[in-house]
């Protein structure tokens, strides 16, 4: 069984009994029978399913999503320790949940983003604070994130609709990132913006709405 890999986990019953064993690859708990396993070659239904439990592609897989993992890989069922890279909050998903259903933030869930849902970009600007500001959010939520900043002043410039929360949030990040290299840093503080959002935010004087636009759309 080792050899197949699997570490059993009780006493052998027979060649066609189940055999509680753990998968060594991702540690998974299964029960593959011995004459399966030897016969037929049989390995973890699990990792046949899911993809093997390779450190570096279960990180990737995590990293597409806006996760950011805290600690080691352990396998794809088990809580993994992660930073979401958009709100910059802990939460523990699961691997398997993240490959599977897109995975998503609890924090980021109740301002109305998953990844794996229809989602729009929107592009802001704030005439009193002088100040752009690029976002995301999901479609069918029961929060309307842009409304909640009409309502501090905020002017909807554009918005863009996407097919999953995660290729907004590429786009995004993609543009971000791209104007933080050319030396535009956060214009507005925490404070100045109660319901969150100020890391993605710019001077107008130096980043217009329409080069958020124009970012955006090439991006896509």
């Not at 929360?165 to 104007?179: K, M, T």
Request: with cysteine; aromatic share 10%; proline share 5%.
């Amino acid at each position: 069984m080792l050899e197949h890999g699997f570490i059993v986990l009780m006493d052998f019953l027979g060649t066609g009994k189940p055999w509680l064993s753990q998968c060594v690859a991702a540690g998974h708990i299964v029960a593959p029978r011995y004459d399966n396993v030897t016969s037929r070659n049989g390995g973890c239904r699990f990792c046949k399913r899911y993809g093997p439990g390779d450190p570096l592609e279960a990180v990737a897989d995590m990293r597409a999503v806006g996760f950011r993992p805290l600690e080691p890989f352990k396998n794809v069922a088990s809580p993994w320790l992660s930073l979401c890279e958009r709100c910059e909050k802990t939460s523990s998903p699961r691997l398997n949940n993240v490959r599977n259903r897109g995975g998503c933030c609890q924090h980021c869930a109740r301002y109305g983003l998953d990844p794996g849902a229809p989602a729009r970009l929107y592009i802001l600007s704030h005439a009193a604070y002088g100040a752009v500001k690029i976002g995301i959010t999901g479609l069918r939520t029961r929060e309307d994130r842009i409304a909640r900043f009409r309502g501090r002043g905020w002017t909807l410039f554009a918005q863009l609709e996407f097919l999953t929360g995660a290729d907004a949030y590429h786009v995004e990040q993609s543009v971000i990132r791209r104007l933080r290299a050319e030396g535009h840093p956060v214009f507005l503080s925490d404070a100045q913006m109660p319901i969150g959002g100020y890391k993605e935010t710019f001077d107008a004087t130096f980043v217009s709405v329409e080069r958020l636009l124009a970012l955006a759309e090439a991006e896509r």
